[in-house]
């Protein structure tokens, strides 16, 4: 890889690139048989705190969580690109950069998994929500028939009964789905509760780095 190929790496896609310097953090990892010779891989060092800028300003300087909201695919990469961070010798030399590597890692992968429960709960809740209203309805629509029913005389007893019966059996069910509801509905606040406590820690790890 020339110099050029890796600046339009950087450009395109700097995490990329920043997982390539950290990755080759010598010049000795670097095979010499078969690089170009305008290859050099002192470039990697020097462009390494530019980078780093970059992601610092990608993580610390963006509402991180609302854009982990939009897209939580994009914890998954920042999680592997922060723990190779952590691990990397240059972060070993950066007390306040290094601590806030370590701690902000399992941090991001509570938060991104909270945000893909989250997520996936709403989804039940809307679910369970469209199935009650069904219920619901067919409560009301089984009641009136019956008691539509009752009053003429030509029907029986019997079909009079079973529509009564069917109304009962749609009360049931809304009734579970409604309690079933609002457990559903103590979960997401629960949920909602833990995602704040990480934002709060995540303001703290920013405020100390």
């Known amino acids: ?3 050029e190929e890796f600046l339009k790496l950087k450009a395109k896609d700097p995490l990329t690139a920043l997982k390539l310097i950290i990755e080759s953090k010598k010049p000795s990892s670097f095979p010499s048989p078969g690089y170009p ?7 990697f060092e020097s462009a390494h ?6 992601l610092r300003e990608n993580i610390l300087n963006v509402d991180l969580f609302h854009v982990l909201q939009e897209d939580s695919n ?9 723990k190779t961070l952590g ?9 306040s950069r290094l601590t ?15 945000l893909y429960n989250n997520q996936q709960l709403s989804q039940r809740m809307m679910e369970c929500h469209n199935l009650r209203l069904h219920h619901l309805e067919g409560y009301d629509s089984a009641t009136y028939e019956a008691l539509s029913l009752d009053k003429q005389v030509k029907e029986s007893d019997e079909v009079v009964r079973s529509k009564a019966l069917k109304a009962i059996e749609h009360h049931v069910v809304a009734v579970k789905l409604g309690q079933g509801l609002v457990c559903l509905t103590h979960e997401k606040e629960f949920m909602e509760m833990k995602l704040e406590i990480c934002e709060s820690i995540y303001e703290r790890l920013k405020a100390n780095l």
């Open 74 to 82: 994009i914890g998954l990469d920042l999680t592997v690109l922060v």
């Open 87 to 95: 691990n990397s010798q240059e972060s070993a030399t950066n007390v």
């Open 1 to 3: 890889m020339s110099n």
């Open 37 to 43: 010779k305008e290859f050099n891989p002192y470039y």
């Open 100 to 114: 806030f590597l370590v701690e902000f890692a399992p941090l991001l992968e509570q938060k991104t998994q909270l």
């Open 49 to 54: 705190e530019g980078l780093l800028q970059q």
